[in-house]
Antibody, heavy 117, light 107 residues
Framework: EVQLVESGGGLVQPGGSLRLSCAAS????????MHWVRQVPGKGLLWVSL????????RYADSVKGRFTISRDNAKNTLFLQMNSLRAEDTGVYYC??????????WGQGTLVTVSS | DIQMTQSPSSLSASAGDRVTISCRAS??????LAWFQQKPGKAPKSLIY???TLQSRVSSKFNGSGSGTDFTLTISSLQPEDSATYYC?????????FGGGTKVEIK
């Protein structure tokens, strides 16, 4: 069974840092590009970042460029999102997704990040 | 950035109806468009990619079409379990961008 399980969310003060993880199982993790997508509760979806299978190609939304870093550990079947210099507008549920707009699209259940003092 | 505009923002239809959701891109994106379904309190689900290709195990009641700037998602024979918000997304160029969503309700 395919599973994507996010963790690492929580309450953090503005300017702080968090590292999100997404543990993948039930499929060959190394075969898929992976994404992070954010959603403010009750609002729409915002694409945040993606990484290719080997980890050498990454892309970011302009709003997080220079502050967030996506990475993956293929040996541990885990995707990461390092979030620094957090702002209130970074608040939301962060979803990890396997190739969401291609073959085998699949989403995790999300982890909530709240940036507030 | 490519802007994605969905219409309507919400609709209400009866069980058994056929409904159509539109998605327009601010510039041509070939067929690099995906559709997602999100039920209340749940994670999004991938439905369609390449404008018209159904994801594995997605019901054939969902049909995607279009190319260039204009796309549609059609749901045939609407059922209560189809109540959800539907989003389109372009992946033709970075940053990837989503439409604002269409909320589908059953009368």
């Amino acid at each position: 069974e395919v599973q994507l399980v996010e963790s690492g969310g929580g309450l953090v003060q503005p300017g702080g840092s968090l590292r999100l993880s997404c543990a993948a199982s039930g499929f060959p993790f190394t075969y898929y590009w992976m994404h992070w997508v954010r959603q403010v509760p009750g609002k729409g979806l915002l694409w945040v970042s993606l990484i290719n299978t080997g980890g050498n190609i990454t892309r970011y939304a302009d709003s997080v460029k220079g502050r967030f870093t996506i990475s993956r550990d293929n040996a541990k079947n885990t995707l990461f999102l390092q979030m620094n210099s957090l702002r209130a507008e970074d608040t939301g549920v962060y979803y990890c997704a396997r190739n969401p707009s291609g073959t085998g699209g699949y989403w995790g259940q999300g982890t909530l990040v709240t940036v507030s003092s | 950035d490519i802007q994605m505009t969905q219409s309507p923002s919400s609709l209400s239809a009866s069980a058994g109806d056929r409904v159509t959701i539109s998605c327009r891109a601010s510039q041509a994106i070939s067929n690099n468009l995906a559709w997602f379904q999100q039920k209340p309190g749940k994670a999004p689900k991938s439905l369609i990619y390449a404008a018209s290709t159904l994801q594995s195990r997605v019901s054939s009641k969902f049909n995607g079409s279009g190319s260039g700037t204009d796309f549609t998602l059609t749901i045939s024979s609407l059922q209560p379990e189809d109540s959800a918000t539907y989003y389109c997304q372009q992946y033709n160029s970075y940053p990837l961008t989503f439409g604002g969503g269409t909320k589908v309700e059953i009368k």
